[in-house]
């Protein structure tokens, strides 16, 4: 999935010279976290969050009367507290490659960018939307995980095995356990009624499936390791 497919593409945006009245007002009004902030020719010239705005919203409020507070709030503009440093990435990015941006840099939206041309955006919660629907949670389904030894042919295997039963399998994820180097596990997701008998056939095959939260893989660990 490219984010491309997903960004918001009627951006709400904001100039530098603006109050933070009118943010606020916009966030309000739009039911967003983020305003980005562009110049009268459209270029992307900083970033401004719910956040931003609580934060200096609340800072003097403890020591100014409302009429005070308001007449402050209004003469400051976005420009002086946007975030200038701004990530960015093109419709072209993939959906994990924008999860992973976001958790390095501690951010909650990335604008899309087409060149120079501002195109979209896109958040924690619309990348969070995708990959939990990538894994099957809207699905009536069964949660499965099998610990296997990296090798090639293992996915094969049990896919195999679960194909021979005419068992379904709506999704599948798979990645490493730490504790156990050689190890990964994989996670499937398959059709509620299925649940039991893809245990029974994986379990005759020799795998050992989980189907819980358990505290000591040790005992689930594949045979080979």
């Given at each position: 999935?490219?984010?491309?497919?997903?960004m918001h593409k009627d951006?709400?945006?904001?100039?530098?010279?603006?109050?933070?009245?009118?943010?606020?007002?916009?966030?309000?009004?739009?039911?967003?976290?983020?305003?980005?902030?562009?110049?009268?020719?459209?270029?992307?010239?900083?970033?401004?969050?719910?956040?931003?705005?609580?934060?200096?919203?609340?800072?003097?409020?403890?020591?100014?009367?409302?009429?005070?507070?308001?007449?402050?709030?209004?003469?400051?503009?976005?420009?002086?507290?946007?975030?200038?440093?701004?990530?960015?990435?093109?419709?072209?990015?993939?959906?994990?490659?924008?999860?992973?941006?976001?958790?390095?840099?501690?951010?909650?939206?990335?604008?899309?960018?087409?060149?120079?041309?501002?195109?979209?955006?896109?958040?924690?919660?619309?990348?969070?939307?995708?990959?939990?629907?990538?894994?099957?949670?809207?699905?009536?389904?069964?949660?499965?995980?099998?610990?296997?030894?990296?090798?090639?042919?293992?996915?094969?295997?049990?896919?195999?095995?679960?194909?021979?039963?005419?068992?379904?399998?709506?999704?599948?994820?798979?990645?490493?356990?730490?504790q156990y180097p050689g190890?990964?596990?994989?996670?499937?997701?398959?059709?509620?009624?299925?649940?039991?008998?893809?245990?029974?056939?994986?379990?005759?095959?020799?795998?050992?499936?989980?189907?819980?939260?358990?505290?000591?893989?040790?005992?689930?660990?594949?045979?080979?390791?």
């Open positions: 999935m490219y984010i491309g497919r997903i951006v709400i945006t904001i100039t530098p010279d603006a109050s933070l009245v009118k943010a606020k007002e916009l966030t309000e009004k739009n039911n967003i976290d983020h305003l980005l902030v562009v110049d009268d020719e459209g270029r992307l010239k900083g970033v401004l969050s719910d956040r931003d705005l609580k934060k200096y919203w609340a800072s003097p409020a403890n020591t100014l009367s409302t009429h005070e507070l308001s007449y402050l709030i209004e003469k400051i503009e976005v420009g002086m507290v946007m975030t200038k440093t701004v990530v960015t990435i093109p419709p072209d990015t993939t959906i994990e490659r924008a999860a992973h941006i976001m958790q390095t840099h501690n951010i909650n939206s990335l604008p899309v960018m087409e060149q120079d041309e501002l195109v979209g955006i896109i958040t924690s919660t619309d990348v969070m939307g995708v990959l939990l629907e990538a894994i099957g949670m809207h699905e009536d389904s069964v949660r499965i995980c099998v610990l296997v030894t990296d090798r090639i042919g293992t996915l094969s295997e049990v896919t195999e095995i679960l194909k021979d039963n005419q068992i379904n399998i709506q999704s599948l994820v798979t990645w490493p356990v730490k190890t990964h596990q994989l996670v499937m997701r398959l059709p509620g009624d299925d649940g039991t008998k893809a245990v029974t056939a994986l379990t005759k095959k020799g795998f050992k499936v989980l189907t819980r939260y358990v505290k000591d893989l040790s005992q689930y660990l594949p045979d080979a390791v």
